[in-house]
């Protein structure tokens, strides 16, 4: 078995404020993936790698940049926090970004923007 | 329109009794995964299916590529069983993996 470790837990950050996310996973999975869950809702793509040094938009890439410094690591950047913002991120990985790739999830990274 | 569509979107279930989540796509998906989101917010993986059927406990699970569903199934639901599910089909349009809206289970004694 693997996991995925998510870096920070909570996150406060103010208005205009850069601010970033980090995921490591032990799966030796190629495929590493951000996404974003509003209260209530389901979870929105927002960049995902398919290996080291790559990067793809998702569905809500603008406002965000990532980075896949290694195979084993995928960081999220929030630009510029948005004021009253609060969301959950979810890292996750899977073997292969085809459809024989199995997503894993970490616990998740809460983001309070005062 | 929503490409996965959950239905119940909310369900309150006696403990002990059955019941069924189900998932409708319009998107060719060629894998479906479920998960169930805990109240902490931690998403543990139920299934990951191609077509046909699994079951794993007191949980089974259904996908028909063909139809454009899925379906989840629920036998002697128990407390511990509450929270939010959800499913996610592989989009082979864009190579990847679409996430419902949710059905979020209160499961009570």
């Known amino acids: 078995g693997g996991i995925i470790t998510q870096t920070p837990k909570f996150l406060i950050g103010q208005e205009g404020q850069k601010l970033t996310l980090k995921c490591q996973q032990n799966?030796?999975?190629?495929?590493m993936y951000w996404y974003r869950q509003d209260s209530g809702k389901g979870l929105r793509l927002i960049y995902y790698?398919?290996?080291?040094?790559?990067?793809q938009k998702g569905d809500l890439s603008e406002g965000y940049d990532a980075s896949r410094e290694k195979k084993s690591s995928f960081s999220l950047t929030v630009t510029s926090a948005q004021k009253n913002e609060m969301a959950v991120f979810l890292c996750?990985?899977?073997?292969?970004?085809?459809?024989?790739?199995?997503?894993?999830f970490g616990e998740g990274s809460k983001l309070t923007v005062l | 329109g929503d490409k996965v569509k959950q239905s119940p979107s909310a369900l309150s279930l006696q403990e002990g009794t059955n019941s069924a989540l189900r998932c409708n796509f319009s998107?060719?998906?060629?894998?479906v995964q479920w998960f169930l989101q805990n109240p902490r917010g931690s998403l543990m993986n139920l299934f990951y299916l191609v077509p046909g059927t699994k079951e794993n406990g007191r949980l089974k699970s259904a996908f028909d590529s063909k139809e454009s569903y899925s379906t989840l199934h629920i036998r002697d639901a128990q407390l511990e069983d509450s929270g939010t599910y959800f499913c996610?089909?592989?989009?082979?349009?864009?190579?990847?993996?679409?996430f419902g809206a949710g059905t979020r289970l209160k499961v009570i004694a």
């Open positions: 998107i060719a998906a060629t894998t």
């Open positions: 996610a089909a592989f989009n082979t349009g864009n190579y990847k993996y679409v």
């Open positions: 996750a990985s899977s073997m292969t970004g085809g459809d024989t790739g199995q997503l894993y």
């Open positions: 790698s398919i290996t080291e040094n790559d990067l």
């Open positions: 799966f030796n999975h190629d495929t």
